[in-house]
């Protein structure tokens, strides 16, 4: 733990942003700073609450200044190990005159929150502990019954690089200092072959190449010569996760976890890719990544009750009531209600850079969310996308009858493919 703590004091992580707001305005900020828009994927049982009582666990620099900005009413607590990061943080409190957030130096480990919040935040910390799985149990502990976790590890997928050249520096005895931070920008650029696995990652990451990690010291400390790094497969998360006292009940983005980033129709209808339908939703994320390889992380929501547990996985769990919510940054190419031009279109989703492309039914569908979807609620309960899309078959002058089940299906697909996002009981 020492060691751990000594790292992010000395090499502080992420890099501090200075002016918050403004970050906020020109990138739109994470989905922690629009709640209203994501909310489903925390709680897809409930209605969208303003005041909760939240934890950060391992806030590092930013993460808990972002927070509390965008959600004033907000009651937050946050914790972390590193002296540097805290001080950062009360100095940007004090700035922005912030009253919901209050900060400590804690360790997680020595926690003993007693079902006292309704979200608890954990991104990039556990996998940086000596126990990763006590660390979980401990943040579980700490959330209400009905409360959810947001938890991101790092995935081994495409960090698999990132772990030879860990091992090569640790071979080498290379220190966390600035003779230690040279010596690995060399080796990188110009030792290891430009086919080594780590450029998938250097290449691939969006996260380092916004922040520029790799020309950033601290950056370079935190990917390369890290005291404590643990990367989980989704299998691995599965084992963490058991007996831990929290439920798995979705992933933050589907479109890294469901094969039809890769698989056309055709092959997911023909006979040797049916077996996909009765995996479960860690083999099914564990398949998909062993093909694509483009995670690097694993974002996620835990609950403390097991009815949500992966919940929407199971098609038969979305009803006439579910309620469908586009996810923000998604853009349909072609006209969309074009008569003359009956063809699908693509859908392009900037937050995934993954384009996809529809089939004449699913564009019309993916316009009857999106028409009905105003500004505010971005939403529209599924029997009522049912009927718009059948009036647009009915306009462009398809002969095609669709049915409730095969438009459950389209449904189910948008929400394997990330793009939207679902709620029970017709909740905004
Ligand atoms: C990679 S940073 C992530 C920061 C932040 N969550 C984010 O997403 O930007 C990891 C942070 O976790 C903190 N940390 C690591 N182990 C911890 C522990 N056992 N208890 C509290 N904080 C810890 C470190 O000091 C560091 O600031």
Not at 5 to 32: A, C, H, N, R, S
Not at 52 to 69: F, K, M, P, W
Not at 103 to 130: P, R
Not at 341 to 359: A, D, L, Q
Request: proline share 2%.
């Amino acid at each position: 733990m020492k060691e751990i703590e000594k790292q992010y004091e000395k090499w502080v992580y992420p890099k501090p942003i200075e002016d918050m707001e403004e970050f906020i305005t020109k990138t739109g900020g994470t989905i922690l700073s629009n709640m209203q828009f994501y909310w489903g994927l925390f709680f897809p049982e409930k209605r969208f609450n303003k005041k909760l009582d939240v934890l950060i666990a391992g806030c590092g620099t930013n993460q808990a200044i972002e927070i509390s900005l965008s959600n004033p009413e907000w009651n937050i607590q946050a914790i972390d190990l590193s002296d540097t990061s805290i001080d950062f943080v009360k100095k940007q409190i004090k700035k922005y005159n912030l009253k919901n957030l209050f900060i400590e130096k804690k360790d997680i480990l020595k926690i003993n929150y007693n079902a006292k919040f309704d979200l608890v935040i954990s991104t990039g910390v556990i996998h940086h502990t000596q126990n990763p799985k006590k660390t979980l149990e401990k943040l579980i502990h700490s959330v209400k019954k009905d409360g959810a976790l947001y938890i991101m590890v790092y995935a081994t997928y495409l960090r698999q690089g990132i772990y030879y050249l860990q091992n090569i520096f640790k071979y080498l005895n290379i220190e966390q200092n600035e003779e230690g931070v040279e010596f690995v920008k060399d080796y990188i650029d110009n030792v290891i072959p430009k086919t080594h696995y780590a450029y998938r990652y250097i290449d691939g990451s969006a996260q380092l190449k916004r922040e520029s990690d790799l020309y950033y010291d601290s950056g370079i400390v935190d990917t390369y010569l890290n005291k404590v790094d643990n990367a989980y497969s989704v299998r691995d998360l599965e084992e963490l996760l058991s007996n831990s006292g929290g439920f798995f009940q979705n992933w933050i983005n589907n479109v890294y976890f469901y094969p039809y980033t890769f698989l056309d129709e055709k092959r997911l209808n023909s006979p040797l890719y049916k077996n996909i339908d009765h995996l479960s939703q860690f083999e099914v994320g564990d398949l998909t990544q062993n093909t694509i390889i483009n995670a690097g992380k694993l974002d996620f929501i835990i609950r403390k009750q097991k009815k949500f547990e992966n919940i929407w996985h199971n098609i038969d769990d979305i009803n006439d009531e579910t309620f469908i919510r586009k996810r923000i940054s998604v853009n349909l190419t072609n006209d969309p209600i074009s008569k003359k031009n009956n063809v699908g279109g693509s859908v392009y989703s900037s937050e995934s850079k993954y384009r996809n492309n529809f089939n004449i039914i699913e564009r019309l569908t993916w316009h009857a969310i999106m028409s009905e979807s105003d500004e505010e609620s971005r939403g529209i309960i599924l029997s009522e996308a049912f009927e718009g899309t059948k009036g647009l078959l009915k306009d462009n002058h398809l002969n095609y009858n669709l049915n409730q089940n095969d438009f459950k299906i389209i449904i189910h697909k948008f929400w394997k493919l990330g793009i939207i996002i679902l709620q029970k009981n017709g909740s905004p």
